[in-house]
Nanobody, 123 residues
Framework: QVQLVESGGGLVQAGGSLRVSCAAS????????MGWFRQAPGKEREFVAA????????YYADSVKGRFTISRDNVKNMVYLQMNSLKLEDTAVYYC????????????????WGQGTQVTVSS
């Protein structure tokens, strides 16, 4: 399995921007499709964005489409989530995940998870 460590979370005002990062180690990073999920207090974890091993395919939840951008750097073994026009409802713990399934975008399709990074959007 691949080990994942998220970073870059923090407190940001509504309308602002933040980029969270995920560093991967262990197995060959470029073999994995990557995803971002989030879990708000009292809610179930939900899908945010996914990217294929090559970066050629990207998929977003409707709630973040047009505001968030997922990207990866297979040389640095990193995946990023750029979040713009943040809303109060984007407040959550953001998790990075890795999986081998093509077009993966559900929790069951990802076998490795990070510990998460807190993103808090204030008014």
């Amino acid at each position: 399995q691949v080990q994942l460590v998220e970073s870059g979370g923090g407190l940001v005002q509504a309308g602002g921007s933040l980029r969270v990062s995920c560093a991967a180690s262990g197995r060959t990073f470029s073999n994995y499709n990557m995803g971002w999920f989030r879990q708000a207090p009292g809610k179930e974890r939900e899908f945010v964005a996914a990217i294929s091993w090559s970066g050629g395919w990207k998929y977003y939840a409707d709630s973040v489409k047009g505001r968030f951008t997922i990207s990866r750097d297979n040389v640095k073994n990193m995946v990023y989530l750029q979040m713009n026009s943040l809303k109060l409802e984007d407040t959550a713990v953001y998790y990075c995940a890795a999986g081998m399934h093509s077009y993966a975008h559900t929790e069951a399709e990802f076998g490795s998870w990070g510990q998460g990074t807190q993103v808090t959007v204030s008014s």
